[in-house]
């Protein structure tokens, strides 16, 4: 199943009302005919800033998306350390496939899979891909191991071309071989 990195972007809002505001507790001697007729309005404060981010193992974008959704929605509310309920508002959402590289490993994998999950394949079939798959599998051995030789053989022959080039300078320095 594919993996999705997934970024959310969020800010939070809240009304506050400040509430239990009395002017008339301290009030000094000598005050007469006090009267609080305070009134103080809600007020709605934003916060941006939310983000949160996740890689999970999903069917498509749309599912990664739908998961998202279970950690932080809009409208979803949340309580503060000061006892202030906060609303998700303006949500938005990032979804991006993670490219995992294809490996000969991950590849046999997928295929094994496939060949594990397909309905209606009889048992005969399914060790013919099986064969296939292994001999494939084992050529690409086989080609791996023939570039590494011929990588090693062609540092052997550099060392060696070196080593005649250092030992006819040696030998003959007048002489100027032309080897074009």
């Known amino acids: 199943m594919p993996k999705y990195n997934v970024n959310v972007s969020f800010s939070l809002r809240t009304m506050i009302e400040p509430e239990g505001i009395h002017f008339d507790r301290d009030i000094p001697e000598g005050v007469e005919d006090f009267s609080d007729e305070s009134y103080f309005r809600n007020n709605e404060i934003d916060a941006d800033g939310g983000a949160v981010s996740f890689t999970v193992e999903a069917e498509s974008e749309e599912d990664a998306e739908r998961i998202s959704e279970e950690i932080v929605y809009d409208g979803q509310e949340w309580e503060d350390n000061a006892g202030f309920t906060w609303i998700v508002d303006d949500r938005s959402v990032e979804v991006e496939k993670v490219i995992v590289p294809m490996t000969q490993e991950f590849a046999v994998a997928l295929v094994q899979k496939f060949i594990?999950?397909?309905?209606?394949?009889?048992?005969?079939?399914?060790?013919a891909f099986g064969f296939l798959l292994s001999t494939v599998v084992n050529q690409a051995q086989m080609?791996?191991?023939?570039?590494?030789?011929?990588?090693?053989?062609?540092?052997?022959?550099?060392?060696?071309?070196?080593?005649?080039?250092?030992?006819?300078?040696?030998?003959?320095?007048?002489?100027?071989?032309?080897?074009?």
């Open 116 to 127: 594990a999950e397909m309905e209606g394949m009889d048992d005969e079939l399914r060790e």
């Open 143 to 180: 080609i791996s191991d023939h570039r590494a030789e011929i990588t090693r053989l062609d540092s052997v022959v550099a060392r060696q071309a070196g080593e005649i080039d250092r030992l006819t300078a040696e030998r003959s320095p007048d002489i100027v071989v032309d080897t074009a």
